[in-house]
Structure formats: structure tokens, C-alpha cells
């Protein structure tokens, strides 16, 4: 076992009062001391963002949100594939990961980029063009990206042979990019 994954989603938008902000901080701080006592592993959590701060207020947030462990690694969801729910589109992520990175960092937190691999209408697998947008808009600023819902929308099974292999290729020319 290499680490945990942590499910709750530390994010502006649903933690919009003090107290529910302060609750899941308590909570995220109280799992991590937990885990890290007992398994010394890192913990990794994935929330989202959306456009309704910009970039330097989403970080101005985040860095007064980080007051005290919680992760070791946030892997952030870049919310492309929930368009037009989030109105978020590719090009739009380095605004948001060049202002985010620094504040992580500060926190000793490891920057991840988890790219949203399908979408809407739901349950649609996105567009292999649009996968390689996102994941190139978010290397500059992040150490890894892997995926969500890989099983769902990559997976030879789910999508049949010929996406899966499309995606395979892709994925092994990275070393390339």
C-alpha cells in the first residue's frame, strides 16, 4: 500500500460559512493525525474548483484554509468534465494552477493534477483531444496527474476495444510530450 485516499472534498464553493469550513478542516486534520500516527503513509485528497473566485482569491482561500495538516498531497480535479456545470474549459486551469501551486507548496502540500475524463451528458467519455489539453494545461504546475473515473470512461470493457487502445497509445507517447 503506497497511501490513503481521503473522499472528502475541501472546496470554496460548499463550504461557504465559517462553521462548516472549520468542521471539515477538524475533521480532514483529526483522519490525517490518525493515518500518520499509525501508518506514517501519505494521504492524498482530491476536491474541485470552479470559476466563482478568481485564481488569486481561490488561493488566497486555500492558503487560509491550510492552517494545519490535513493531506500530504491534493490532487486537484480540474472540473473540465463537468462543463457546462462548472464552465470550465482547459485553457482556463493555468491561471488557477499557477496561483494555486505556490500556496500548496508553501504548505508542504504535493501538487496533482486529476484530470476529468468524461463528459456531459453523463456518463460520456470526453474526448481524447480534450484529455491531452487538460493534462498538458496542468503539467507546468504539478508533479503527477493520473485520472478519474479511468474504469468508467478509459476502460477497455466500458468503452470497447478501439477507445481503450486510442487512449493506451496516448498514454505511452507521453514520455514523448
Excluded at 468508467?152 to 478501439?162: A, D, I, S, Y
Aim: overall charge negative; glycine content about 6%; some cysteine.
Amino acid at each position: 500500500m503506497a497511501g490513503f485516499y481521503v473522499s472528502n472534498e475541501p472546496d470554496y464553493d460548499n463550504l461557504d460559512t465559517p462553521e462548516r469550513a472549520d468542521a471539515l478542516r477538524r475533521c480532514l486534520h483529526g483522519i490525517y493525525e490518525v493515518m500518520k500516527r499509525e501508518s506514517g503513509l501519505p494521504v492524498l485528497v482530491s476536491p474541485f474548483f470552479s470559476k466563482s473566485l478568481p485564481p488569486t482569491e481561490l488561493a488566497a482561500w486555500w492558503d487560509a484554509y491550510l492552517d494545519r495538516p490535513m493531506f500530504d498531497i491534493l490532487a486537484m480535479q480540474d472540473g473540465v468534465g463537468c462543463f457546462p456545470r462548472r464552465d470550465l474549459h482547459a485553457e482556463e486551469i493555468p491561471p488557477y494552477y499557477a496561483a494555486l501551486a505556490p500556496v500548496y507548496a508553501r504548505h508542504g502540500i504535493t501538487f496533482w493534477n486529476n484530470v476529468e475524463t468524461f463528459a456531459s451528458p453523463w456518463p460520456t467519455p470526453g474526448p481524447l483531444e480534450r484529455i491531452d489539453r487538460q493534462y498538458e494545461a496542468g503539467k507546468p504546475y504539478t508533479e503527477r496527474a493520473i485520472t478519474w473515473e479511468y474504469g468508467h470512461f478509459l476502460g477497455r470493457q466500458q468503452v470497447g476495444e478501439e477507445r481503450y487502445e486510442a487512449f493506451k497509445a496516448w498514454n505511452l507517447a507521453g514520455d514523448a510530450r
